[in-house]
C-alpha cells in the first residue's frame, strides 16, 4: 500500500504537535510533513521534513502551502491554528488535495468572538452577553476585556479602570462570568450530523491545558447547544466549544474553536478521537468509528527533545 501523505500546520504548537503525536500512534502507513512560521520547533521531531510558511493572513500564505501541497505530493493538510483554518477554508478550492476544516462562514465568524456572539444570538443560541467597547456604559458590573480574534489567555484584561484606547474593531467586553470552565470537543461528520462529543474540566496555564478530568454530566445540557451550532452555519470535522457552568448550573458559551482543539492527544485515550475521525473521513473515506468516552483525569509533564549539533548523524531523542 502506498503510504498516505499528511500535512500538519503550526507545529510548533501543542495543538499540531498533539496531532501529529496521535497520528503517529495509529501505526499508519502515513508520511507526516510539517509546517511553522519559524524553521525549528518542537514539531520537528515528529515530521518527515518541516517546512517554514508565512503567517496565515500573509498574501504569500496560500501559495506557500499549494508549492509543498505539489511538490510533496500531499494527500490531507490538517492546520492546527484558528487563522490557518480561516484561510485555507476560504481558499480550499485552489488547493489540490482535501483540507480538514470547517466551511468558510462559520471559520470567519467563529474567528472573531462579537461575530460569534451576534450570529448566536440570531439563531437563539446561549452565549456570553458582549459588546463593544464603544457600548459599554457599565451595564456588566465586573467584566473581562478580551481581544475579539485573540485566543488563549493572551491580551486580556480584568475590570479595567476605564476603556480608552481599546478600539472596537480589536476588542468587546463581556460579563466576568464565575463558575466552573468546561471543554467541550465534538465532531461533526461529513452528513453534518453530530458524531459525538467528550467534555472536560480542566486547568490551565497561559492558555495551555496542563490537567484534565473527563466529565458527563452536562452532556444532556449541551446536546441541544451543539445541535444548534451545527444547524446554524457549516461548521464540519472537529470543532471545540468553550463554556463556563455557573453557580445555577446553567451553561454559558464563550468561544468556539473550529478545529482540533490542544487537548486531542489526552481526549484520544479517553474514546474520543477527532484525529482519527478526521483521517477515516478525508483520507480514507470511510465513516468514522464509534465514540465511546470514558471516565478519567489527565495531566500533562515538561520532556526534552535532544538534538546534539557534534553528532549530526544521530537521531533527536526524547528525554
Known amino acids: 500500500m502506498d503510504k498516505k501523505r499528511i500535512l500538519v500546520t503550526g507545529i510548533g504548537g501543542n495543538v499540531g504537535q498533539g496531532i501529529l503525536r496521535n497520528i503517529l500512534s495509529l501505526e499508519l502507513p502515513v508520511e507526516l510533513f510539517g509546517c511553522n512560521v519559524v524553521e525549528f520547533s518542537p514539531g520537528n521531531y515528529f515530521c518527515k521534513e518541516v517546512f517554514k510558511v508565512p503567517f496565515a493572513y500573509d498574501k504569500e500564505y496560500i501559495p ?142 497561559n492558555g495551555t491545558t496542563t490537567a484534565c478530568n473527563v466529565i458527563m454530566e452536562y452532556d444532556a445540557q449541551l446536546l441541544p447547544i451543539l445541535n444548534r451550532i451545527i444547524l446554524a452555519s457549516d461548521v464540519e470535522g472537529a470543532v471545540n466549544l468553550q463554556s463556563i457552568v455557573t453557580e445555577d448550573r446553567a451553561i454559558v458559551p464563550f468561544e468556539v474553536n473550529c478545529r482540533i482543539s490542544g487537548t486531542n492527544s489526552i481526549r484520544s485515550n479517553f474514546g474520543f478521537k477527532d484525529v482519527w475521525y478526521t483521517l477515516q473521513e478525508n483520507l480514507y473515506h470511510t465513516a468514522p468509528d464509534k465514540v465511546e468516552v470514558t471516565k478519567g483525569k489527565a495531566v500533562r509533564v515538561l520532556m526534552d527533545i535532544i538534538y546534539k549539533e557534534d553528532q549530526s548523524d544521530q537521531q533527536p531523542y526524547i528525554f
Not at 471543554?183 to 458524531?195: G, I, M, N
Open 64 to 205: 506557500a502551502i499549494k508549492d509543498i501541497v505539489v511538490s510533496q505530493k500531499i494527500d490531507l493538510v490538517i492546520p492546527s491554528t484558528d487563522y490557518e483554518v480561516y484561510y485555507l477554508a476560504k481558499h480550499r478550492d485552489e488547493i489540490p488535495c482535501t483540507v480538514a476544516t470547517s466551511g468558510p462562514i462559520a471559520s470567519g465568524l467563529y474567528l472573531d468572538k462579537y461575530k460569534t456572539f451576534l450570529h448566536h444570538k440570531k439563531y437563539d443560541i446561549p452565549f456570553a452577553d458582549s459588546v463593544l467597547p464603544g457600548q459599554y456604559k457599565g451595564q456588566f458590573g465586573d467584566i473581562i476585556l478580551k481581544p475579539r480574534e485573540g485566543r488563549g489567555s493572551r491580551g486580556i484584561f480584568i475590570n479595567p479602570t476605564n476603556l480608552d484606547g481599546f478600539s472596537d474593531d480589536k476588542y468587546m467586553v463581556q460579563p466576568l462570568l464565575k463558575g466552573k470552565e468546561i471543554t467541550t470537543a465534538f465532531y461533526v461528520d461529513k452528513q453534518r450530523k453530530l458524531h459525538g462529543m467528550i467534555t472536560m474540566e480542566r486547568s490551565l496555564e
